[in-house]
């Protein structure tokens, strides 16, 4: 044993349901059994032609070698806005209104030491992406849960919030389409938490990763396109989901200068920007028309299909996405708890699920499939967990 040197902070992050899980795929790999890991949300399909020859092309470029500064990610930044201009009709400074991200992630983790000091209050949704978890204990904040309910189409109800938390609360987090609930959200409710976090002084964190990764018809509003929005609202872009670049790390943060501004100074203590050739990389994925965007999101569109049609076969209840990547179900009956239910389902079968209270408390009774596979991957998934309900 060596010496332990964690500090309270580090001590402080949540263990995760991925290590969990892990052990239970070990164990069903170990049993001969093949994994279908519908566990993780990490797309399986390739990033844009257009990227890889980017990126290809950048290796060849010695200009793209060197430490990357704030006036290199102009390209980006311009690319971003434009992005935006014809996305929303919004028009944002590249300048001082846009920085590009290490994935939304991160931006997330160091948007919170830059925009709130320890001790400051932040009001999460739960369920929720679990990482924002961690960064908040890193940043030594106190959470007030906003429970996402069914019932209330999974937005959180805001005339529940106590005057006297409002009264404290510094940030707001908000992510739709949702993750992991799949709801979305109508524009009349970002304008009504634009409002409260305008009254309250509160700066609204909304995740983003999303936005192209939208079913038929629907597209995802923005937040920053209610009217006084940029003065209390920030918004993160991922390349991760609808280009399929999870790996290459890249996104960028949208929103005022005043909380723009502080992103920049703490990332500027901590990191030089991604590699030049990823940022052109996803300056071409930008630059793909609307159409070849929705083509592709159109492959996750069948395989949604695909499972809500076997599960229904089954009986299960789960509502059909607007967008995202999952499909967040009920648990079956008679099972109640969420992670004994993921546990032994993978230990047993080689399907890995999430288990919903991965997401926090009011995740419990849900599990959620990613749809990072083909249909019929998908379809006989859902034949292992009929069968593992029989026997179980
Ligand atoms: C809500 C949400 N935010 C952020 C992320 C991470 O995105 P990125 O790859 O841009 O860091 C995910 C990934 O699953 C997510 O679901």
Redesign the pocket.
Known sequence: MTTDWSSRRAQAMPTGVFALMDAAKSEARARGLEVIDLS???SDLPPPESALEALRQATYDPATYAYCLHSGTRELREAAAGWHQERFGQTLDPEREILP????????AHLLLAAADPGDLILLPDP??P??YGAVALAGLEVKRMPLLEEHGYLPDLTAIAPEIARRARIMVL?YP???TTAVAPPEFFEQAVRFCLEHRILLVH?F??VDMVYGDYQAPSVLSVPGALDTAVE??????SHHM?GF???WAAGGAGVIGPLAAVKGAIDFNAYLGIQRAAVAALQRSRSEVRADVARLEARRDALLAALQARGWQASTPLG??YVWARLPRPWTDSFAFALALARQTGVALNPGRAFGEHGEGYVRFALVREPEVLEEAVRRVAAFCVQN
């Open positions: 993780i949300g990490s991200l290490i994935g939304s992630q991160e931006g997330f929720g992406y990482s924002y992510s949702n993750n992991p995740d990763p999303y993160l872009y991922s390349l991760s989901k999870g790390r890249i996104g995202g990547m």
